[in-house]
């Protein structure tokens, strides 16, 4: 793992595939690390330049106790500007999607395409607090608590801003066994700007239980 300070704390990230090659980044859900992106870092070193950080509070990052989405996002633009990436491919799942549109909405010109695979919307929600459980954490728990108001009750400029998106997207959707609501995602891929709605009905981790079919999405929309 290389790292690289961002906003004042030690960003962990793990980076793969030609110098030269174009960038790409992969952004991880909650609870989650660079670890969860192995295959498809090894799917797509051949093309691209892998950048695949572990946001705030997650594996080898640091665990300030202070966290939203707009720090997530801020530390991921950061990053870029660390390694002096001016424009990026930019793959988020889950909590990592919504870093991503967020990035997306805010700085247009930073991000080329953009794929969210099966994020949550930002539209106002009724989720109960999630039980914290026993034993070690692999995460800091205080991601949790620190974005589940916003969750809930998500800026209503974020659902506004989607139209600021300008990288062609692709939203994967992960079906009926997901927990996240389709009808949100049909909902947001109407609202930005050029983007594709794929349904592959793998559940939540797409990437994970249908990996053959998420890499074929993902490497044919990015191609």
């Given at each position: 793992?290389d790292?690289?300070?961002?906003?004042?704390?030690?960003?962990?990230?793990r980076?793969?595939?030609?110098?030269?090659?174009?960038?790409?980044?992969?952004?991880?859900?909650l609870?989650?690390d660079?670890?969860?992106w192995?295959h498809?870092?090894?799917?797509?070193?051949?093309?691209?330049?892998?950048?695949?950080?572990?946001l705030?509070?997650?594996?080898?990052?640091?665990?300030?106790?202070e966290?939203?989405?707009?720090?997530?996002?801020?530390?991921?633009?950061?990053?870029?500007?660390?390694l002096?990436l001016?424009?990026?491919?930019?793959?988020?799942?889950s909590?990592?999607?919504?870093?991503g549109y967020?990035?997306?909405?805010?700085?247009p010109?930073r991000?080329?395409a953009?794929?969210l695979?099966?994020?949550?919307?930002?539209l106002?929600?009724?989720r109960?607090?999630?039980?914290?459980?026993d034993?070690?954490?692999?995460?800091?728990?205080?991601?949790?608590?620190?974005t589940?108001?916003?969750?809930?009750?998500?800026?209503?400029?974020?659902?506004?801003?989607?139209?600021?998106?300008t990288?062609?997207?692709?939203?994967i959707?992960?079906?009926?066994?997901?927990?996240?609501?389709?009808?949100?995602l049909?909902?947001?891929?109407a609202?930005?700007?050029?983007?594709?709605?794929?349904?592959?009905?793998?559940?939540?981790?797409v990437?994970?239980?249908?990996?053959?079919?998420f890499?074929?999405?993902?490497?044919?929309f990015?191609?």
């Amino acid at each position: 793992m290389d790292e690289a300070t961002v906003n004042g704390i030690r960003l962990a990230y793990r980076a793969a595939g030609n110098p030269d090659a174009p960038p790409l980044v992969l952004l991880h859900a909650l609870g989650e690390d660079s670890t969860s992106w192995e295959h498809v870092i090894a799917a797509c070193a051949d093309d691209w330049r892998v950048y695949v950080p572990d946001l705030r509070g997650h594996g080898r990052s640091d665990w300030p106790g202070e966290y939203s989405f707009e720090r997530m996002r801020d530390d991921v633009l950061g990053l870029l500007d660390a390694l002096g990436l001016a424009r990026v491919a930019l793959v988020g799942h889950s909590l990592g999607g919504v870093v991503g549109y967020l990035l997306a909405e805010e700085h247009p010109d930073r991000i080329s395409a953009l794929v969210l695979e099966d994020p949550p919307a930002p539209l106002p929600a009724n989720r109960e607090m999630p039980v914290r459980p026993d034993g070690p954490e692999t995460f800091d728990w205080g991601v949790v608590t620190g974005t589940f108001r916003q969750r809930n009750d998500p800026d209503p400029a974020w659902w506004a801003n989607l139209t600021a998106i300008t990288a062609r997207t692709l939203i994967i959707a992960g079906g009926t066994a997901s927990h996240i609501p389709q009808d949100t995602l049909a909902e947001m891929a109407a609202r930005i700007p050029g983007c594709r709605l794929v349904t592959i009905g793998a559940g939540h981790e797409v990437h994970v239980t249908r990996p053959d079919e998420f890499l074929a999405a993902l490497t044919a929309f990015l191609s």
